[in-house]
């Protein structure tokens, strides 16, 4: 079936022949040469080009939307644990409003031998009541009864910096947000503090950090001792790591802070002058 053909030079339009399709042919009223590439045809060769013009477009523009949506969509892995930390940060909150204090970082039975820690305890209030009623409180964390409950998989315990790239389910039930403890902060140990024993106020108080290197079992009853902040705090991101405050606020600690400034934020009486939040 003869194609037409509009002649770019004089704009009349000539009739090419099938077998002259993709040949350089002269106008058939100018003389000047058609490329026949460029023709227009009948039916469905008219369509053809259109859908794959219009195939080309779609492409193109998925293409350059798909990954404007999905960095709108996803957070990084540096804003997801800051995610992790307000949802653990609310949940501290419900369960002081609850209990009228702070829980403790960890629990004991009446030898003094560790049984499950903070964790663990705020269970119910981020929606894992099911976890939690797993759990035989009066035996240690990792006993054969309390197997499966300590091998329940808690997203919000899941730093996706540390996670994102293994599928090893031991090193996934491991977290690194840890709550500092000590005789001058939030939680000496076995007893939990009320925020009104915040002196210091709460926006300066630190509750949780996230410490690279520190990764532990997230039922395990272990945390991190003030006295080990004298180097300061080494995050799993470039430049830092997420903290959450007594208020249950979430700020960056950045690897510019001082030792000295870390430990000051981690005592609830201490008296220091701390400009915190920085300007």
């Not at 770019?8 to 100018?30: F, N, Y």
């Not at 759990?135 to 997203?155: C, G, K, Q, V, Y």
Request: hydrophobic share 35%; aromatic share 6%.
């Amino acid at each position: 079936m003869p194609t037409e053909c509009d002649c770019p030079h004089c704009g009349a339009s000539s009739k090419v022949e099938d077998r002259d399709r993709g040949k350089i042919v002269p106008c058939q009223r100018c003389g000047e040469p058609i490329e026949t590439l460029l023709c227009r045809g009948h039916g469905w060769q008219r369509l053809v080009p259109k859908v794959i013009l219009g195939a080309l477009v779609v492409f193109l523009f998925v293409g350059g939307l798909l990954p404007a949506i999905q960095q709108i969509r996803s957070p990084g892995p540096r804003r997801g644990c800051h995610s992790n930390l307000r949802q653990i940060g609310i949940a501290l909150q419900n369960y002081h409003a609850h209990h009228k204090r702070f829980p403790p970082a960890y629990t004991v039975d009446e030898h003094g031998n560790r049984l499950h820690r903070r964790r663990t305890l705020i269970l119910p209030f981020m929606e894992q009541q099911s976890t939690y009623d797993m759990f035989d409180m009066n035996e240690p964390w990792d006993s054969p009864r309390n197997a499966r409950a300590a091998t329940t998989l808690i997203a919000t315990y899941m730093c996706p910096v540390k996670h994102r790239s293994h599928d090893d389910r031991a090193d996934l039930l491991k977290t690194n947000y840890v709550m500092i403890v000590g005789a001058k902060t939030i939680s000496p140990g076995e007893t939990g503090r009320s925020v009104n024993e915040i002196a210091d106020g709460a926006s300066k108080t630190l509750l949780i950090v996230e410490v690279a290197g520190a990764e532990t079992p997230w039922a395990e009853p272990r945390d991190l001792s003030a006295d080990k902040l004298a180097g300061g705090i080494s995050g799993p991101h470039a430049e830092g790591a997420w903290a959450l405050f007594a208020d249950g606020s979430v700020s960056f600690l950045d690897d510019s802070l001082t030792p000295q400034t870390i430990k000051a934020l981690s005592t609830i009486a201490g008296g220091e002058d701390v400009p915190w939040p920085p300007k």
